[in-house]
């Protein structure tokens, strides 16, 4: 398992919002077993808000297609909460969808993978969006 | 390895390196056991008329499918989801082309996990 314990928190806490089983199983593996990070999940937007307001994340993997309130509109209310102006966020999107990734980026997303994503890929992109965020946080 | 019809083994593949053979018979088994309500309810949501609700489920098949590799299935799952955010109709076709394809998934999936298996443990 990689390490990855920074800031004296413990476990950087990433939130999952997704709502296919399959895909949250994999991602719960690979984020928490082999990287050492504590997985916060919701299957909704609404639950994916409750859980962004009871948790100091870290980060957070948003699948544009949730039930109810979509990832778009999560991404949006994330990003009007002061303490997740600079969350890194990564969008999980589908083939055929490119007009959602121009929104997200619009919205404030940082990144975005396509289903069907390499796990391994995914994870690269969450660690580089996280290790920028502590370089930016060094030179503010 | 070569990609049977149907079925591209390289995601269960890279699931078998990374997590071993409890991981990727825990995602075979979560898909297996997940999809058929699911499109219970893309039938209930077809047959009230209710594309957003089928459109929904349909787009959550293929996802589920497309992390396992499963091609036809996210294929015949893809074109209904379309079709539904079109308004539909959806013909009864399309949904009989994601029964069939949904068929071969039980065996397509245990010859692609054998493989997997073995690969990880020659490797």
């Given amino acids: 398992m990689t390490s990855d314990t920074p800031n004296g928190r413990g476990a950087r806490v ?5 709502d296919d089983p399959v895909t949250t199983k994999i991602l719960l593996h690979r984020l928490s077993h082999e990287h050492g990070f504590r997985v916060v999940h919701a299957d909704d937007g609404t639950a994916a ?3 962004a307001e ?4 870290d980060a957070a993997i948003l699948d544009i297609r949730l039930p109810g309130l979509d990832g ?3 991404l949006a209310r994330l990003r009007e909460m002061p303490r997740y102006e600079r969350l890194p966020i990564l969008m999980l999107t589908s083939l055929g969808s490119e007009r959602d990734v121009v929104r997200g980026f619009e919205l404030g ?3 975005y993978v396509v289903k069907p994503f390499s796990p391994a890929e995914l994870i690269a992109r969450v660690r580089r969006l996280l ?6 946080r060094g030179t503010a | 390895m070569a990609a049977r019809r149907g079925l591209n083994p390289i995601y269960l593949q890279d699931l078998a390196e990374s997590g071993g053979e409890p991981l990727v018979r825990d995602v075979v088994r979560t898909f297996l056991d997940t999809v058929p309500p699911r499109v219970a309810t893309l039938r209930a949501a077809l047959g009230q008329g209710d594309h957003p609700a089928a459109g929904r489920a349909a787009h959550s098949i293929v996802s589920s499918a497309a992390m396992v590799g499963l091609t036809e299935v996210q294929e015949a799952a893809r074109a209904i989801e379309l079709l539904a955010a079109q308004g539909g109709p959806v013909p009864p076709g399309s949904v009989s082309a994601l029964d069939r394809a949904l068929a071969d998934a039980p065996t397509l999936l245990n010859e692609a996990m054998r493989r997997a298996f073995e690969g990880t443990q020659a490797g």
């Fill in chain 1, 49 to 51: 808000l409750a859980v």
């Fill in chain 1, 14 to 18: 990433v939130l999952v919002a997704e």
């Fill in chain 1, 72 to 74: 778009l509109g999560v």
């Fill in chain 1, 54 to 57: 009871r948790e100091a994340l």
């Fill in chain 1, 109 to 111: 997303a940082d990144d």
């Fill in chain 1, 131 to 136: 290790a920028r965020g502590e370089t930016d």
